[in-house]
């Protein structure tokens, strides 16, 4: 692999983040070396027709719902370990069970204790539309993440520049997959703009404390030009905040931990699809 850039040099990529990418490209420089760019993807363009991500969340938002797009994650940096045991399988099955619209899971090992065996689990398991939820740095991430049955791919301003971010849209794009691209500031937001996806996604945690605070979806979806999706994600815990992301602008949500701390999953996932 030629030693892309991935991180602009005005971008200020906070230390976590910065740890993370830097793990991240040097994981994808081994999994090239293992499987070729041109294997990849011929191992995408044959995978089984994608689900539609952004059809299912518009028609949940035009029915008067909630679009409730439910994380499997086992750990985090912020969270440590969230889950355990953890059964891709059966968490697949509660939320939709409990209504959720998309599932959104975490493949990246080192920091989330994820892997693509369990989207792949979760994707048999059932018919919703999943996010790959990862670092995506590289066109051949986008490759293998639509081999493993992935449906949406996840762009994070904060981690890419400009050109990358095309670039990975445009493979997404070609391979029929939605992006979701995620924003945490005002100067991402324009940035993210320029991108032809309508999922924008507003990130509540700020990457350099790692806490979470609903004031930011608060501020940034409201400038969400009305032709686009939004997604507030992350720190979403109760009906009420529910109701304040869609005061704000957001009816679909995306929500890991709350979740994954339950112990009937179903009926947690249930109580936010029914909070408006
Ligand atoms: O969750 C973390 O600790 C984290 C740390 C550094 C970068 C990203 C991180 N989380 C990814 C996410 O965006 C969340 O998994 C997702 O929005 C769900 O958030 P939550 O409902 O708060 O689990």
Known sequence: MNAPQIIAPDLDVPDTLARILADKYEEVRERIAATP??????QARNAPKP???????????????????A??????????????????????????????TCLSVLTDAPYFQGSPEHLKAA???????????????????????????????LLIMA?????VAE??????????????????ERKELDRALGLETRLVGVNNRNLRTLKTD??????????????????????????????RMAAAGSRCI??????????????AANDLVHAL
């Open 37 to 42: 760019l041109s294997d990849m993807e011929r």
């Open 51 to 69: 689900r539609d991500f952004v059809t299912a969340l518009c028609h949940a938002v035009g029915e008067g719902r909630v679009g409730l797009i």
């Open 71 to 100: 994380e499997i994650k086992r750990a985090s940096p912020s969270g440590g370990l969230i889950r355990d045991p953890f059964e891709p399988v059966a968490l697949a099955e509660a939320y939709c069970a409990g209504g959720a």
């Open 123 to 153: 994707r048999a398991a059932c018919d919703l539309p999943i996010l790959r939820k990862d670092f995506m740095v590289h066109p051949w991430q986008v490759f293998e993440a639509r081999a493993m049955g992935a449906d949406c791919i």
């Open 159 to 163: 981690a890419i520049t400009d050109a």
């Open 167 to 184: 670039e990975l849209e445009d493979i997404a794009r070609s391979l029929d997959m939605a992006v979701l691209v995620e924003v945490h």
């Open 214 to 243: 609903l004031a930011t979806a608060e501020e940034l979806v409201p400038l969400i030009p009305a032709d686009r999706i939004p997604v507030a994600e992350s720190g979403i815990r109760t009906p009420e905040d529910v109701r």
């Open 254 to 267: 995306l929500v890991g931990e709350h979740l994954m701390r339950q112990a009937d999953v179903a009926k």
